[in-house]
């Protein structure tokens, strides 16, 4: 197992981030759900590090990262994966991220396209109003045990009741995730989604994309992820009879599918 490590961004931001596979095989970043830690993937690395040499990380004011004070933004989230790549002397790279991740995909894929092979953009939207919603749960992290709540509320949005029922095990990692982060970071990360707004812009991604959505997904819509693929010139959609994590939700299909994307010309 290859241990934590951390850079430092340009406004003093301390990142974490590993390393996965193989250092001769192309560059995977893999970006994380909001509320998560890159343990998100652990369930992708075999797969995927029988092609790629993967680098996952904590975003700002999530798991072994540094959580800045304040509303965070994409465009700084984006800025932090470019400047990871350049730590890490990394001059192009294929991008998978999933909601929050999707969300800085975009704005990578809009603003850096040099640096991205191919882009995988799972569970995310475009834009999430409207605002007043994530003012009153970025309000509710202020309050005393807002984590047990937002830990009920995201494993609600993220799985299946009958996937929470019948396999807690699978499910009970990503609880502790949420119980974990700083409130600050999740208050922090609220606002970014609540300022994101990619609808008049994501036409402009020329990276060959594929475009993950989950059926019966309730936070990023299946009509969100449609939206993309539509307004993305010759992307690829799949869509997935699942719900939000379909990383964790339908591994094999989803490794497969993202394999079989970032492998194939």
């Keep these: 197992m290859t241990e934590e490590r951390h850079f ?3 406004d003093t931001c301390k990142i974490a981030y590993r390393l996965d596979g193989d250092p001769g ?24 590090a029988k092609s790629f040499y993967i680098v996952r990380y904590d975003m700002r004011g999530h798991g072994g990262s540094d959580v800045p004070q304040g509303a965070y933004s994409v465009d700084r989230l984006g800025y932090d994966v470019l400047e990871l790549l350049d730590h890490l002397q990394i001059s192009r790279a294929c ?20 640096r991205i092979d191919r882009l995988v953009l799972s ?12 003012d009153d749960l970025i309000q509710k992290t202020r309050e005393p ?3 047990n709540f937002f830990a009920d509320m995201f494993l609600g949005n993220w799985f299946p ?49 594929l475009v993950i959505g989950g059926v019966n997904d309730t936070v ?19 869509m997935m009879d699942g719900v939000h994590l379909l990383n964790v939700e339908r591994p094999e299909e989803f490794d497969r599918v993202v394999i079989d994307f970032l492998t194939h010309s």
């Design 8 to 10: 430092t961004t340009g």
């Design 25 to 48: 095989k192309p560059w995977l970043v893999l970006a994380n759900s909001i509320a998560t830690t890159y343990d998100m993937w652990d369930a992708q690395i075999e797969e995927f």
């Design 95 to 114: 991008f998978c991220g999933l909601s929050l991740g999707g969300f800085v995909g975009q704005w990578l894929g809009i603003h850096a396209p040099e």
């Design 123 to 134: 569970n995310t939207s475009p834009y999430l109003g409207p605002r007043p919603q994530w």
């Design 145 to 147: 045990d807002s984590m």
């Design 161 to 209: 009741e009958p996937m929470l029922r019948s396999t807690p095990d699978r499910c009970k990692p990503f609880r502790q995730m949420v119980i974990s982060t700083d409130p600050q970071g999740l208050a922090g990360s609220f606002a970014a989604v609540r300022d994101a707004d990619t609808r008049r812009s994501i036409s402009l991604i020329t990276t060959p994309t």
């Design 220 to 238: 990023t819509a299946a009509s969100h992820s449609e939206a993309i693929a539509a307004e993305i010139p010759r992307s690829k959609l799949v």
